[in-house]
C-alpha cells in the first residue's frame, strides 16, 4: 500500500494550489482519507477529511483554519485524493501528508487514527 502526494510548491499568499494523492496497493473506497499538514517545531495538524457515508456518498470536515479556502474531494475510479487550496496565506506553510484510515476509527482529526500516510509535499506561501 503507498499514498504518494504531489501538487506542492511555491506560491504567492492569496494564490491557490491543487494537491493530489494517488493511492495504490487497494482500494480506499470504503477508507477515510484525510489531509494533515506539519510546519517545522509544530506537532502535525488536521487540515480536512472525507469519509464513506453511504454509496457514492462522502463527507467532508475542515479545521476551522481552513474552512471556506479548502475543499476536499476524492476520486474513486483513479484511487485518488485532492486538496484544492485557495486564498492561501504564509501560516499555511506546512509540508502536506496524505493519509488513510482502514480502522472505521471514530475520531479522524486525530492523526493516530490513520494507518496509511505519504512522504509529504511542500507548500510554501510567501507574504
Known amino acids: 500500500v503507498q499514498l504518494v502526494e504531489s501538487g506542492g510548491g511555491l506560491v504567492q499568499a492569496g494564490g491557490s494550489l491543487r494537491l493530489s494523492c494517488a493511492a495504490s496497493g487497494r482500494s480506499f473506497s470504503l477508507a477515510a482519507m484525510g489531509w494533515f499538514r506539519q510546519a517545522p517545531g509544530t506537532e502535525r495538524e488536521f487540515v480536512a477529511v472525507t469519509r464513506w457515508r453511504s454509496v457514492n456518498a462522502y463527507s467532508a470536515d475542515y479545521a476551522d483554519s481552513v474552512k471556506g479556502r479548502f475543499t476536499i474531494w476524492r476520486d474513486n475510479a483513479k484511487n485518488a485524493l485532492y486538496l484544492q487550496t485557495n486564498r492561501l496565506k504564509p501560516e499555511d506553510t506546512a509540508v502536506y501528508y496524505c493519509?488513510?484510515?482502514?480502522?472505521?476509527?471514530?475520531?479522524?482529526?486525530?492523526?493516530?487514527?490513520?494507518?496509511?500516510w505519504g512522504q509529504g509535499t511542500q507548500v510554501t506561501v510567501s507574504s
Open positions: 493519509a488513510a484510515d482502514l480502522k472505521a476509527s471514530s475520531v479522524l482529526t486525530s492523526h493516530t487514527a490513520y494507518n496509511y
